[in-house]
């Protein structure tokens, strides 16, 4: 599974990140990159993340 973040959309709320932070970091920029772009585990957390951007700006692949 990837994860796909669009860096351009990222808005910094930082949803991401406090749900998971082993995925997702913050940048010291304020835009979300990805820890890992390709994760093995737990996609029902990655899902409940990607829904839980308030600009939609993540996806999975
Ligand atoms: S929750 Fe969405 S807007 Fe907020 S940091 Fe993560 S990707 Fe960016």
Same mark, same amino acid.
Request: with cysteine.
């Given at each position: 599974?990837?994860?796909?973040?669009?860096?351009?959309? &990222?808005?910094?709320?930082?949803? &991401?990140?406090?749900?998971?932070?082993?995925?997702?970091?913050?940048? $010291?920029?304020?835009? !979300?990159?990805? !820890?890992? $772009?390709?994760?093995?585990?737990?996609?029902?957390?990655?899902?409940? !993340?990607? $829904?839980? &951007?308030?600009?939609?700006?993540?996806?999975?692949?």
């Amino acid at each position: 599974m990837r994860i796909i973040a669009d860096r351009g959309v &990222c808005a910094g709320h930082g949803m &991401c990140e406090a749900l998971a932070s082993e995925f997702f970091r913050v940048g $010291d920029d304020g835009i !979300v990159a990805p !820890v890992s $772009d390709t994760v093995a585990a737990e996609p029902e957390l990655l899902e409940l !993340v990607v $829904d839980s &951007c308030p600009v939609q700006a993540l996806r999975l692949a």
